[in-house]
């Protein structure tokens, strides 16, 4: 349980640091991009209500609460099943990364009213148009981990 509760705290510590360095240091919401190492890092802010690649966005304020409400219930669901059994050090990191992601986006949703994306990495031949931060990549790599490592997680503890 401690290397879960240690894993969402530095996700969230360094989503939450980048996003302000971003937003208020380099002042990235007023200039509206940077490039970094172009095509491939780049640093282009966007505003995101809804989901991954902006779905589920709406203006309705009552959309914003119920994305941090899911949000909320998935993090709590995961660290009620992280709490009552046993599991790998690899479950309990991935379950970390889900948590701290979820948890740093939904201090955006609270603060911003959304969530502030501004990491873009593109081809020299494609331009992805999508931003994203810190916690969409733990949240992803979080919820890949927990598929990848709880099959196996199940297999250990039988045996």
Request: charged share 15%.
């Amino acid at each position: 349980m401690r290397l879960t509760v240690k894993i969402a705290a530095i996700i969230l510590m360094l989503d939450q640091m980048t996003k302000y360095l971003v937003v208020h240091y380099l002042e990235l919401d007023r200039v509206g991009a940077i490039d970094v190492l172009p095509p491939w890092l780049n640093l282009r802010m966007a505003w995101n209500q809804g989901i991954n690649f902006g779905l589920f966005s709406g203006e309705a304020s009552w959309s914003r609460w119920v994305l941090i409400a899911v949000a909320l219930a998935i993090s709590a669901w995961v660290w009620i099943w992280i709490a009552r059994d046993q599991h790998s050090a690899q479950v309990k990191i991935s379950a970390g990364l889900l948590i701290g992601g979820a948890l740093g986006n939904v201090i955006d949703r609270v603060a911003y009213g959304a969530v502030a994306d501004f990491l873009n990495m593109s081809l020299p031949i494609w331009r992805n148009p999508y931003s994203f931060n810190v916690a969409d990549i733990a949240v992803f790599l979080g919820a890949a981990g927990l598929m990848l490592f709880t099959g196996n997680d199940s297999a250990q503890q039988k045996s």
